[in-house]
């Protein structure tokens, strides 16, 4: 062996545990994480960082730039360190502030708080998920802009998942789909250290994975315990080489790798290993100084190449954009709508309305399910990075994009993706898609967001403009019964923060919220979309704000000032109209507030709350048939909520809804004898 040879290997091993060291050092001063995966996994970030992946630390929102995903978040440390180590503009301050207050450094990684994370991570299984979503959008973007000769969309992703990834139902879902669609430039290195949070995992898992991930179609290597850099690297480049299916690699690791007396053992897993082991195992490692955060300058040296490597690397890429722009400037354009995350010039001019049918009862009814269908045609054809999915229900959501074709395995350039029956899949991967700058949406019944609800609220905490499409959104189901009929569902989602939860009355509402939701930037939505069709209420009735500001008046109180006034939200909106003739009849003065959304109502100014629902006017009564939770806040202390407290039933739509009293003679009745009581 050369003295060269033996200076690089002597280099590569002290970059590993610098790693290494800054991890135990950070979660041990935060007394709080998890040291022992960031110190077996590090020869796989420095060889990731140093030698395989096209990044740009200068740069981190660079487009050409392969994705690297920890979706094993609880190791967040292994990220931390390589980003600072690799020049990202991550400060060694800041990986002393690990677990803190207002740290950029969280437990878990977490999109927008640190330069080079790319989505939120904590939740097992929803990386994993997340990571097909991306290497869907290359696979799709590729399809749509490269040309022979330009090659414009070319990165690979790379992820790391554990135990509890594989575990998770979530993962598994996701990684079924990959296989079947055939995702190639996906790589997934499995950390199969034997170890999780309450001991070994042969307490619950004993299952052949490398066998199941070559049933889902993967290509699947094992390294056993084969670990050096160079044959991780070999391993890496034989996984990029495979184009036509995802890829696993195995790789047996030792938690707390060199720990003296904690390697292997779950107590290294969820906590810190002790100021004593600590010390114990930096000698171990013939570390030269047991001073924390302690970072050799030679080793420092050699990560930062990694700045001048990654600026050219966008430099190369720059040159070959310049040609694609020269070549083909219209798919440019088109691109740098999904690179910048922009919308095009006037996609929502002349947006939809629809229009009653007066020869028809009702103006003739339409479920707004159907008038979506109508108003994602338009979007479609304005917004190309709008792109749609179901969970096996496109004929029930009507959410496909018409005239597109599905994407399938080595097709990719189509719009409408059918993730069968996997909700969960389906939001994880809807939140990949959005990540890489395409506006995605996913579509099933409202009863199974309690499949997707982790992936909602994750798009809402990464301030994603994720949208989620539900159908079938209240007993008015009818005959599917209560399995089916979401009751509390509505209020828990609104309880998200940063969600916003469109329930549309009509046609006209649904199309302002498709304006509304396809224009957010950092809020996801969620669309309650019903089975049963609705009169189309006056376009005129229905203002342009309808949906930004949460809630209007649809129908004044004759003479303008209200005895009693009916709040409701979709197809109550409508029994609660047919209920103010019924008092008005008899001489009450009823105003109808329609409320499409209810976040966006309560971010307004107080006088315009006011204005809608003045406090003067006591006798107020809410209608909507789901859970009451909430509703107290608008009704105040002396109204009346319309609701239910139990579950549905299984009977036509109108029996349901007349059973549990959502009938205009009933609103009506409520109505009159709050007014009494609150006048009394």
């Known amino acids: 062996m050369t003295t060269t040879e033996t200076d690089t290997r002597t280099l590569d091993q002290l970059c590993v545990n610098t790693i290494r060291t800054l991890s135990m050092d950070a979660v041990q001063k935060a007394n709080s994480g998890h040291p022992g995966a960031p110190m077996a996994l590090a020869p796989l970030a420095y060889v990731l960082y140093t030698r395989v992946m096209k990044h740009n630390p200068r740069n981190p929102e660079w487009f050409g730039r392969d994705r690297f995903i920890l979706s094993a978040g609880h190791a967040s440390m292994l990220l931390y360190s390589i980003l600072h180590l690799t020049g990202y503009d991550l400060s060694l301050e800041d990986l002393k502030n690990f677990r803190q207050l207002h740290s950029p450094t969280p437990g878990h990684p977490e999109y927008r708080e640190a330069p080079g994370v790319e989505t939120t991570t904590g939740p097992l299984g929803q990386g994993l998920g997340n990571s097909v979503g991306f290497a869907l959008a290359e696979r799709m973007l590729a399809a749509r802009f490269n040309r022979d000769g330009h090659e414009i969309v070319d990165h690979h992703t790379f992820v790391i998942a554990s135990d509890g990834d594989i575990q998770e139902g979530v993962g598994s879902e996701a990684c079924s789909l990959a296989g079947h669609l055939g995702l190639g430039r996906l790589v997934v290195f499995y950390d199969d250290n034997k170890i999780q949070l309450d001991g070994p995992t042969e307490m619950a898992f004993s299952e052949d994975v490398g066998g199941r991930f070559e049933a889902y179609g993967w290509h699947v290597q094992n390294l056993g ?145 159907k008038a979506s269908h109508d108003v994602i045609q338009t979007a479609a054809v304005r917004v190309p990075q709008l792109v749609t999915g179901a969970a096996d229900l496109y004929s029930s959501t009507l959410a496909d994009i018409d005239d597109s074709p599905a994407v399938t395995r080595g097709h990719y350039e189509g719009r409408n993706i059918n993730y069968g029956v996997r909700e969960h899949a389906m939001g994880a991967i809807v939140n990949g898609l959005n990540l890489n700058g395409f506006r995605a949406f996913g579509s099933t019944f409202l009863q199974f967001t309690d499949y997707m609800k982790n992936t909602i609220r994750l798009a809402a905490l990464m301030k994603l403009p994720s949208i989620f499409v539900y159908t079938h959104d209240s007993i008015g189901l009818g005959e599917d019964g209560p399995t089916h009929q979401p009751v509390e569902h509505l209020a828990g989602l609104r309880a998200i923060p940063g969600l916003y939860v469109l329930r549309p009355a009509d046609a006209n509402e649904t199309a302002l919220a498709w304006e509304f939701a396809i224009a957010q930037t950092e809020h996801p939505t969620l669309f309650a979309l019903s089975r049963q069709g609705l009169p189309i209420l006056d376009p005129d009735a229905v203002p342009a704000d309808a949906i930004e500001r949460g809630a209007y008046v649809l129908a004044e109180a004759s003479g303008g000032t209200p005895e009693v006034i009916l709040l409701a939200t979709g197809s109550e909106v409508g029994l609660c109209v047919a209920a103010r003739e019924l008092l008005e009849g008899d001489g009450i003065g009823t105003r109808v507030v329609s409320m499409p959304c209810a976040e966006r109502f309560v971010a307004q100014d107080e006088g315009y709350r006011d204005s809608v629902l003045p406090r003067e006017v006591r006798a107020r009564v809410a209608v909507e048939a789901a859970s009451p939770l909430g509703w107290d806040r608008f009704v105040g202390e002396q109204g009346a909520i319309i609701g239910m407290n139990t579950f549905g039933a299984s009977a036509p739509a109108k029996d349901v809804f007349a059973y549990f009293g959502f009938t205009p003679e009933n609103v009506a009745a409520k109505a009159r004898e709050l007014r009494e009581r609150v006048q009394a």
């Open 225 to 369: 315990e084969d670990l050096g850099l160079e044959r991780l690297e070999e391993a890496t480049r034989a996984a990029m080489d495979v184009d036509d299916r995802p890829s696993l690699v195995i790789l047996r690791t030792h938690i707390a790798e060199g720990s003296p007396n904690k390697q292997d053992s779950s107590k290294a897993h969820g906590s810190p290993l002790g100021a004593e082991e600590v010390e114990l195992t930096k000698k171990a490692y013939g570390w030269p100084t047991l001073e924390p955060f302690y970072i050799p300058d030679e080793a420092l040296q050699h990560f930062r190449e990694a700045v001048d490597r990654g600026a050219q690397f966008e430099e190369e890429w720059d040159e070959r954009a310049a040609t694609f722009e020269a070549a083909h400037p219209d798919l440019w354009h088109e691109l740098k709508l999904v690179m910048e995350k922009r919308l095009p010039d006037g996609w929502n001019a002349d947006w939809p309305r629809f229009q009653p049918d007066k020869e028809k009862p009702g103006g003739g009814a339409v479920a707004t399910r």
